[in-house]
């Protein structure tokens, strides 16, 4: 989530003075590797949010998208306590997006059956993943309601928008160290792997008992959370956040804004992950830029970093991160491309998959979403 750095009347300061300025063409980079899983890019699509009469469900800052079958998604934001319904319409052959439109939104409801506030309960669910079943949604909070200190996942079910359940990260011994987030850096991201009975989470940046958040000269390291279907924790594994490429030094009115994370996580049917990282940072001219890659990610010779003294830090110990290979890059410039959320599609006509990104655009009506095809080696 990078609210603080875009938000009310110096995102219109920023975006008056790059009016001024050639903004950058996006430059999207697929790598390749024989044999392997691999990401083709298709392109990107914008389009026009609904004006809601009421505030709280407007689809702003959506942060996370699971797919429900076919055309139709379901997004949340961490603006406001409400679920989106999205169809998105996708060539079969090339998988280029052709049109998305919003639904009737889904307001969340606390455990009660009562509206959450939205200037209190509204904010900060970054992420979303779907049950067995299809009959709840899952979604991970950097926060608890109004404690900025104790990130937590919650269950609503569908289509009633009602709270279910609530895991907060003291409920459990594992979850403690997720007591010690750095604040807008907790739980922003959640997926379930098809086909099987496990979850996984992740904080955005590093915890303050595990190291450094990732700068120009070095990562930082995270936490990949895994749990099973009823949300309980199984194992932990450290997953180091690439370093971002220059300070900026343009526009001067953001230097210092520079940060570097992991926005989301995808679980593949083979039990590995993609990983989606952004940073915001500066290009190799120090220019501001959003820096959004794909990571496969593989956690099978990783080090299980919930036991012993790895389960209260990392700082100044050894472990074995997961392995990751990068296999996409898009560099936008200072654009609508704060991407956050990542949801598996249908299969093309050819077997490829559909991987669809969607943009936080912190408030306001204009959206992005980014699709791209998921080649799996037979």
């Not at 279910?164 to 160290?177: C, G, I, K, Y």
Request: proline share 6%; aromatic share 6%; glycine share 10%.
């Amino acid at each position: 989530m990078l609210r603080r750095l875009t938000h009310g009347r110096f995102l219109a300061a920023i975006l008056l003075a790059l009016c001024a300025v050639d903004a950058a063409k996006p430059e999207s980079t697929a790598v390749e590797a024989a044999g392997e899983l691999r990401l083709i890019p298709v392109g990107r699509y914008e389009f026009e949010g609904p004006a809601f009469p009421v505030r709280a469900w407007r689809p702003e800052g959506l942060s996370g998208i699971v797919s429900l079958g076919g055309d139709r998604y379901l997004a949340i934001g961490d603006e406001h306590a409400c679920l989106h319904t999205i169809t998105i319409q996708v060539d079969s052959i090339s998988g280029k997006i052709r049109a998305a439109r919003f639904g009737d939104p889904i307001p969340l409801l606390d455990s009660l059956g009562g509206p959450l506030p939205d200037s209190v309960m509204g904010k900060d669910r970054e992420a979303i993943a779907l049950d067995a079943a299809g009959q709840s949604v899952w979604l991970a909070n950097e926060r608890t309601g109004s404690d900025l200190h104790r990130p937590s996942i919650e269950r609503h079910s569908l289509p009633s928008g009602r709270m279910t359940e609530l895991r907060r990260v003291d409920s459990h011994p594992m979850l403690r160290v997720f007591e010690n987030i750095r604040v807008n850096l907790g739980f922003e991201s959640l997926t379930r792997r098809p086909g099987a009975s496990e979850f996984w989470t992740a904080n955005e940046g590093p915890l303050t008992v595990d190291g450094a958040p990732a700068t120009d000269k070095a990562g930082g390291a995270v936490r990949l959370q895994k749990l099973d279907d009823a949300m309980r924790p199984v194992a932990q594994y450290a997953y180091v956040v690439d370093p971002y490429p220059k300070r900026i030094t343009s526009p001067f009115f953001l230097a210092r804004n520079d940060v570097s994370g992991l926005s989301e996580l995808l679980a593949l049917e083979d039990g590995r992950l993609l990983a989606l990282e952004r940073s915001f940072a500066g290009d190799s001219t120090g220019y501001a830029n959003f820096r959004n890659r794909i990571y496969l990610v593989d956690v099978k010779d990783a080090t299980d970093v919930s036991q012993g003294e790895l389960g209260t830090g990392l700082a100044g110990r050894a472990y074995t991160p997961a392995r990751k290979r990068l296999l996409w890059e898009l560099n936008s410039g200072f654009t609508n491309s704060n991407f956050e959320g990542m949801a598996l599609g249908e299969r093309l006509a050819n077997g490829d998959r559909l991987l669809i990104l969607i943009a936080d655009n912190d408030t306001g009506r204009d959206e992005a979403l980014y699709a791209l095809r998921l080649v799996v080696p037979k």
